[in-house]
């Protein structure tokens, strides 16, 4: 009975204050934080802004090279995420 709940781009879901959350840098130069629940700033203290981009996602490239997206070692650590750019167990 489960109805796919994947986020929708542009729509609001609820968020768990726990929860951590890809976000943006505000400056708008594809470089990414974390940011817990609703909060603007990133793990690291940085300004940010909503992505749709899921945790799952942290990390990959959105296939547009063009972006050179970055991701920020500092929220990743902070946020106990594993890059997997760095030791692959
Ligand atoms: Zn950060």
Known sequence: MKHGCTAVP???V???P??????????GTWVYHLARGGAFR??????V??????LDGWG???????????????C???GGIKTGLESRE
Request: net charge negative.
């Open 76 to 78: 990743a650590k902070l």
């Open 42 to 47: 990133g793990l690291c203290g940085a300004l």
């Open 60 to 74: 990959r490239s959105s296939g547009n090279t063009s972006l050179r997206e970055r991701w920020c070692a500092e």
């Open 49 to 54: 802004m909503n992505t749709a981009i899921l």
């Open 14 to 16: 609820p968020v768990n």
């Open 10 to 12: 542009g729509e609001s």
């Open 18 to 27: 726990d929860d951590l959350r890809v976000v943006e840098t505000v400056h």
